[in-house]
Nanobody, 127 residues
Framework: QLQLVESGGGLVQPGGSLRLSCVAS????????IGWFRQVPGNEREGVSC????????DYADSVKGRFTISKDNTKNTVYLQMDSLKPEDTGVYYC????????????????????WGQGTQVTVSS
């Protein structure tokens, strides 16, 4: 069974940091591209960052460039999203998503590119 489980969310003050984890089961990351998305009530789910199966040429939304870093550890089948210098507008539910096979050679922020989604983890940035 293919499954993604996010963790690491929480409440943090502006300027703080969090590291989100996305653990994959049922498939291996060396054949999988992972995307991170976030959503706030009333808004569409938006892409934040993604990493292709090769681990290179990751991408970031303009709003998080220079503050967020995506990485993966194939031995742990886990993708991380390090979030620094957090702002209140980073608040939302963060989801990881996966696509496997030849499409995983690239990644992007189109939601329909991904076949599998986690349940999400809440991030709240507030003083």
């Amino acid at each position: 069974q293919l499954q993604l489980v996010e963790s690491g969310g929480g409440l943090v003050q502006p300027g703080g940091s969090l590291r989100l984890s996305c653990v994959a089961s049922g498939f291996t990351l060396d054949s999988t591209a992972i995307g991170w998305f976030r959503q706030v009530p009333g808004n569409e789910r938006e892409g934040v960052s993604c990493i292709p199966r090769t681990g290179g040429t990751s991408d970031y939304a303009d709003s998080v460039k220079g503050r967020f870093t995506i990485s993966k550890d194939n031995t742990k089948n886990t993708v991380y999203l390090q979030m620094d210098s957090l702002k209140p507008e980073d608040t939302g539910v963060y989801y990881c998503a996966a696509v496997t096979g030849f499409r995983a050679l690239a990644c992007g922020f189109a939601r329909n590119w991904y076949d599998h989604w986690g349940q999400g983890t809440q991030v709240t940035v507030s003083s």
